[in-house]
């Protein structure tokens, strides 16, 4: 029976500490180490009889294989974890993805920015944000500035916007598709100027040199008190006497009036008095006035879709400079875009409407892609995509393939930011214009291994940009090709 | 006394490896598992009677509770560290956060770069870097070239500057205020040619491209020999004899010979012989002569201050096509900036003389801004302010209100670097033109909650971009308002 | 013995305990704390005899001195890694270095990019990739596109490109030392015109607008079906059908049909039917054709060395507008360039023919260069080598002088991409445009400490640019000089 005990507490011991090192395991060897070690012991005790050492060695055996079982458990965990982040999609943004900035009963504001953050694949938009501000009807947003650049889209209601320069505020009515450039730490407000309907804008933001940083999005109320609060109201209460030359109690009055939150409903007689005067602002502002999107023609149109286009070489767009192209397009229900690809431009595009498909071909980038030393990698690429709600934002990087597909229901109806736009083209893989058919007809049938004119049969087609999607073809497979 | 020696025995192998393995700590949580293993163990031991397993749980709790302290102080001090780091200053550097480059009885240089390494918010200025110089009454800083471009300003003192083209050396005398363009790669030498006073020199490091890589401010000298090294003696020496076509010895003698370091005193018949030969340099030479900031008329002057600037606007300077604007500001004693910010430009400030305060409204950051899922933030600002001396350096980033205050012994004098400076504006939040008073009439009152006029009185007044701060105040108040 | 049971008990134990724990090693200090631990409980072990006490405590000693000296073993291990890590030349790149992106036996496709995930050293180049291309006798390389800008160098062979636009391919013969430009996203396809010779072609990649992202060097395909994967055949089997209003049994026909690699050789009339129609392409396609670097008059020549530079200042070079300068340097078999830096330029060489030798002077870059706070650096250079083969490839960074050495058996050449050349220049260390030289007298005299006939003596020779390397003198020691 004392050798019982000693066996006993040799045992409780080394599992005691087995127990508590176990989580070091310098294990993973297809024969643990500890398993040796045990058994080695339980051979080596002289008190030991042959009974005490079996039971000591099946005790061993029992312990190693359930810490392996937890291992195995564990790292199971671990790797189906890494799978998920790698079936992420870094390329489609939803409603959860955006950031609140602001949201009150009145309106909200909603952003997109730090891109390279979410990704490595999405540095080549590092540097620019998205913003998408709702105004309910009659609400005001209160004078704010960025630190960056900002184009204003907007996409739904009838707005007003009031840019403040050094010695006056100009004032502009911005109506559906109207697009304004708000300059780097511009105070702004906006104005919802209708009864009804709620105001919907995209706010694309960027650096105000080329070569900066990632923009911030951080809004610097200038107005406000202490909540919601003013970037004035940070400044120590000495500083804010001397520079205002007022006292405490009259600072007070100013800082601690305001309390209605930066978004908020305002009176019918204050909209209207916000009204721009038309006759002031087309003369020799500050700032350039709204652009409409359609007031060009369409870039293309047909029965199946229209694109507008605004870029860097119109002139009086408030483009002028940035190295932007924006696009509207209206994809008719049921239809879709060619399958195409940017030559130069990456482009951030938002759902104003409808539903439909977004894919993009993209290629296979290995997940450990910086340990590259004499590494043969295979070319592959892999289908990204996505079901299109509206507030849905997706990027499609320059030379990346991609379609979009509206529903049957309803048009489907896209913004894009087009940055690094100077000298884009769109190729497309199919239509009237396709980079195939554009092949010579020799290395057409060495890169395709067929004749010339069975390529073209696939690849041409009378449309052009937008087709039918479903209309023609009697049968629906819905399983994937390849 | 057998089984005494037993549970002595057990506690003490329990303990040992206890505090053994006690480092690895899975523990944390609020009911130690550690207590619990120890406790059943003590249950678990037949041959204990229960005085025995009383003393032996005793031993556990103690033992636990003593360790868990440990834990606690040891979490305590780590938590105490990362406050510290949250609420270190990003913007303010002090001399102790300068690196020094040289040091020697004769004169050091010191620099800052690599921004974006001491925090994220300093992405905005990453590429660039400040290096200053301080030499010594007739010393002479050895020649050597950077791979950056530089501004050199000479803050005081009178010094004399060697440019090495490809087939001579084009000297200048720097006076106070003068700055001078330093294109990348030219071998460079610099002479105190006062017998008393030092020379100090701020010089602003910029990628000699946009959309470079971070300055190195690692300077190349190209002579000297072992002790200081020149580059030359790093290259093998079979090499150095065949380039320059001399035996093993000859090298010697030229590499040995230097023995003084990087800045040393010369005599004071050197100095005379390396003054600039005025009449050969003002017409046609490889590099520009200086420019004093003080040539032009002030950008703006009252009797709380001046300032100077000189910007890409401007030709002749040296500064074309750097999209920079150095600006000099001489605040008042007992006077203050108005709080203001730039539009575009993110400025790197140098005290240069005099002491006073900073403050600057930044946009909250919160620390964990990575993850930002459907995070709802609400927008604050906080007071970010510094006890300015004479050496240190802050950076005001665009957007941000800020102030300067001069103290009441002395002038204030700030020299900046405002890099992206093209289209950059200064906008204040009181005096005589305001972005306050700017606004229009119906949007000031919404934003105030007040009548325009006495939202006019507090950020209207007669004085422009400098006023004075404590005159006519009454009473001082030291707290904080909000 | 009941007493040494128990002995040999607490010591297996401890022993166990410490074997398991001690991969954790706390330990470190001098004075081994588990030695201390050992002893103590040596001492205080109640049944102990003196003799017990003496072998326990020497069986602590041999025990821990065992573990210290594989600790040892280990740290030393750990120290050589790290030595090698850090001896590990950044600036160089060996074959095994790239990445191989395509490798059939008719030819492949080697990359080296991302070169800051390499070393932060090379944050200068960080956007630009070199792709090598080697296609066999009467090969193809199917059309594929990039969504970077490249510029394409012919080393050796005869080759032929066809590039497509919108709605036509243009083809262009490349000769040896042809450079042409490929505008991003264009679909690009290469031919070895040639029946025997293989054709080598450098390509250089830029990011398609600067401030952009690192280039991806991941190549679209067009053409090619399952296995190589066609970029289309990614997209779901029902977008292809509508996009190309085929069925899927059309599909399948032209995307299963190629099964011939992404390069293969082809028969000599489809080389033939390839060849470009000289009379169409001089006036006015969409493309600039090759312009070869030779089509110039060397830059510099001597009985030691040839230079070809085609750069940003030149016309009709296709270069125009990328800050960007190709340079071809052909080194005499046992010559040497200069000892020289580029003032502005980042230099990626690529080694096309023959043997040799690069030296480069670099500042130290102390591995804790990031925790700088008031740390003292003293400057110091060292001395990046390597033996140089042809395919290997050196990067130069701005400011850091070099050399480069042909072996004595073949000429050394190099075709060289240097980046940010726009206002570069070459500074040489010796020869008869020196830097040193052109310093003044007395600034040469102070910086040497040497009479300034003796410097001018060392530095110049009649020579420029490159020297002759071993011929003139006697002995030889292999032993650096300093």
Redesign the interface.
């Known amino acids: 029976m004392a050798i019982k005990?000693?066996l006993?507490?040799?045992i409780?011991?080394?599992f005691?500490?087995?127990?508590?090192?176990s989580?070091?395991a310098?294990a993973r060897k297809e024969k643990d180490p500890?398993l040796t070690?045990c058994k080695d012991?339980c051979d080596?005790q002289?008190?030991y009889d042959e009974e005490d050492k079996r039971i000591c060695m099946e005790k061993c055996e029992d312990y190693v294989r359930k810490k392996q079982e937890r291992q195995k458990h564990k790292e199971h965990e671990k790797e189906e974890h890494e799978e998920e982040e790698e079936n992420e999609n870094p390329y489609v943004f939803e409603n959860?993805?955006?950031?609140?900035?602001?949201?009150t009963k009145d309106g909200r504001i909603l952003i997109l920015n730090?891109f390279h953050?979410k990704s490595k694949l999405l540095?080549?938009i590092?540097?620019y944000g998205l913003a998408v501000l709702e105004i309910k009807a009659n609400a005001?947003l209160?004078?704010h500035?960025?630190?960056s650049e900002a184009i204003l889209f907007n996409i739904k209601g009838k707005g007003i916007i009031?840019l403040?320069?050094?010695?006056?505020?100009e004032?502009f009515n911005l109506e559906e598709g109207d697009l304004i450039r708000v300059?780097?730490?511009?105070?702004t407000?906006l104005v919802n100027r209708d009864e009804n309907e709620k105001l919907l804008i995209a706010a694309f933001h960027l650096p105000?040199?080329?070569?900066?940083?990632?923009v911030?999005l951080?809004?610097?109320?200038?107005?406000?008190g202490?909540r919601?609060?003013s970037?004035?109201?940070?400044?120590?209460?000495?500083?804010?006497?001397?520079?205002?030359?007022?006292s405490?109690r009259?600072?007070e009055?100013?800082?601690d009036?305001?309390?209605?939150g930066?978004i908020f409903k305002?009176a019918k007689e204050?909209v209207l008095?916000?009204a721009p005067k038309r006759s002031l602002w087309p003369f020799g502002g500050t700032f350039k006035g709204p652009f409409n999107i359609r007031n060009n023609n369409p870039a293309f149109s047909n029965q199946f879709g229209t694109l507008f286009e605004v870029g860097p070489s119109l002139e009086k767009t408030g483009l002028e400079g940035l190295?932007l192209m924006l696009t509207f397009a209206n994809i008719t229900k049921g239809s879709?875009s060619?399958?195409h690809?940017?030559?130069?431009a990456n482009k951030i595009a938002f759902v104003v409407n409808g539903e439909g498909?977004f894919?993009m071909?993209?290629?296979h980038?290995p997940s450990s892609?910086?340990n590259?030393?004499?590494?043969?990698?295979s070319?592959?690429?892999?289908?990204i995509?996505a079901k299109l709600k509206p507030g849905m934002v997706f990027v499609v990087?320059?030379?990346?393939?991609y379609?979009n597909?509206a529903s049957k229901k309803n048009n489907l109806l896209i913004l894009c930011f087009e940055v690094?736009a100077?000298?884009n083209?769109k190729?497309a893989?199919?239509g009237k214009?396709n980079?195939?058919s554009?092949?010579?007809?020799?290395?057409k049938e060495?890169?395709?291994?067929?004749a010339a004119q069975?390529?073209d049969?696939?690849?041409e087609?009378k449309e052009e940009l937008f087709?039918?999607?479903?209309e023609?073809?009697k049968e629906?497979?819905?399983?994937?090709?390849?």
Not at 96 to 103: G, L, M, N, S, V
Request: glycine letters at 4%.
């Open positions: 005990t000693k006993s507490l040799t409780f011991l080394f005691l500490l087995a127990l508590l090192c989580n070091l310098i500890e070690t012991k080596l002289g008190q959860k993805d955006f950031e609140t900035k602001i949201d730090k953050e540095k080549n590092e540097n005001f209160s004078p500035h960025y630190d009031g403040v320069a050094e010695d006056q505020t004032r300059p780097a730490g511009t105070p407000y105000p040199s080329s070569g900066s940083a990632p911030n951080e809004p610097f109320f200038e107005s406000g202490r919601p609060e970037v004035l109201s940070t400044f120590s209460s000495k500083v804010l006497q001397a520079a205002l030359k007022s405490e009259e600072l009055t100013v800082l009036e305001q309390q209605k930066r305002i204050d008095s916000l190295n879709m060619t399958i690809y940017n030559t130069n498909d894919e071909a993209c290629p980038m892609s910086s590259s030393k004499q590494k043969k990698s070319i592959s690429y892999h289908n995509n990087p320059a030379g990346h393939p379609v597909i690094n100077q000298r083209k190729l893989f199919a214009k980079i195939m554009a092949l010579d007809k020799t290395a060495l890169a395709f291994d067929l069975k390529v049969k696939i690849f087609r087709f039918p999607y479903d023609e073809r629906e497979r819905g399983r994937a090709f390849v």
